[in-house]
């Protein structure tokens, strides 16, 4: 069983920066792929970015260039630097590892 704890979300302008964070907590030897997802108001959950446990890294075309991911393997924690942020970046992230789900932190871009 994992738990994940994300965090970091906020309210932004366009063209702002932020950094989410993921903790994973619980009964785990070791964490593999962990990914963020979000999930606009109206519309499905869309996957954002992922890194596997050796650092390999893939990102959507539409945040490619814009954000980073990266994880701290022995804090359990995977990031999401999101630089030059757009409206359309609005919406719930999420992150997710092994079929396990966090609660979602928001973060809403908007002049």
């Known amino acids: 069983q994992v738990q994940l704890a994300e965090s970091g979300g906020d309210s932004v302008q366009p063209g702002g920066s932020l950094r989410l964070s993921c903790i994973a907590s619980?009964?785990?030897?070791?964490?593999?792929?962990m990914g963020w997802y979000r999930q606009a108001p109206g519309n499905q959950r869309e996957w954002v970015a992922q890194i596997e446990s050796g650092g390999m890294t893939n990102y959507a075309d539409s945040v490619k260039g814009r954000f980073t991911i990266s994880r701290d393997n022995a804090k359990n924690t995977v990031y999401l630097q999101m630089n030059i942020l757009k409206p359309e970046d609005t919406g719930v992230y999420y992150c997710?590892?092994?079929?396990?789900w966090g609660q979602g932190t928001q973060v809403i871009v908007s002049s």
């Open positions: 997710v590892t092994g079929g396990f």
């Open positions: 619980g009964s785990f030897f070791s964490i593999g792929t």
